[in-house]
């Protein structure tokens, strides 16, 4: 496609509640990221992938965060067992290359999840 | 935890006027980058500078780079409403890219 797609916009999950969150990157695009930004702050790292490889997945707050990309193109990033913290814009971005070359990443539009 | 600092975070101007935003970061780069983020929406790339390069420009927007003071400075020159956004710088460590906490820029009509 034109851009990064992620769906859906916005979740609303109950505590302890289970979700999923897509990420459609452009096609072909070989790095994926996955971000979480908190109301009135800058994005946080939460994972890496390079094709279908999770290179980096320090920033995963807990184990109860998972993310995977098993063909290298479409990627999931699940929650289980929501709690309040996790409200937050969830944010995905994606580039051709590994270095995301003079045109930077482009970003989809986020899902805002919020947990009640 | 996020690598860069924007300074200021909230900048109000008028129409016209010119924008001017910072960052400062902590470690060595390859290069630096800044975004563009309107309120519910993803991040914008608007430009990347290279360690090696001082000033890049591209239309309003001129990007100064300081290695040896680890800073940066984001010129919107001539501002339009439609200017009015977050902006956010990044910096690439590893395999992540640390952004800041964004100055958030009114443009008032």
């Known amino acids: 496609g034109a851009g990064v797609s992620q769906s859906p916009r916005y979740k609303v999950a109950k505590r302890g509640q289970d979700v999923a969150l897509r990420c459609d990157p452009i096609?072909?695009?070989?790095?994926l990221f996955w971000y979480q930004q908190a109301l009135g702050q800058g994005p946080e790292f939460l994972t890496y992938f390079q094709n279908e490889a999770q290179l980096d997945k320090s920033g995963l707050p807990s184990d109860r965060f998972f993310a995977e990309r098993p063909e290298g193109s479409v990627s999931t990033l699940k929650i289980q067992r929501t709690q309040q913290e996790d409200s937050a814009v969830y944010l995905c971005?994606?580039?051709?290359?590994?270095w995301g070359g003079g045109d930077g990443y482009t970003f989809g539009s986020g899902t805002r999840l919020t947990v009640v | 935890s996020q690598q860069g600092e924007e300074d200021p975070q909230a900048l109000s101007i008028q129409e016209g006027e010119n924008a001017t935003m910072n960052c400062s970061y902590k470690?060595?780069?390859?290069?630096l980058q800044w975004y563009r983020q309107n309120s519910g929406r993803g991040l914008v790339h608007l430009i990347l500078i290279r360690s090696n390069e001082r000033e890049k420009h591209s239309g309003r927007l001129r990007v100064t780079l300081d290695t040896s003071k680890k800073s940066s400075s984001l010129l919107i020159t001539a501002s339009r409403a439609a200017d009015t956004a977050s902006y956010f710088c990044?910096?690439?460590?590893?395999?992540?890219?640390?952004f800041g906490t964004g100055t958030s820029l009114t443009v008032i009509p």
């Open positions: 990044a910096t690439r460590g590893g395999n992540q890219f640390y």
């Open positions: 096609s072909g695009h070989v790095s």
């Open positions: 971005a994606s580039s051709l290359g590994v």
């Open positions: 470690t060595s780069i390859n290069n």
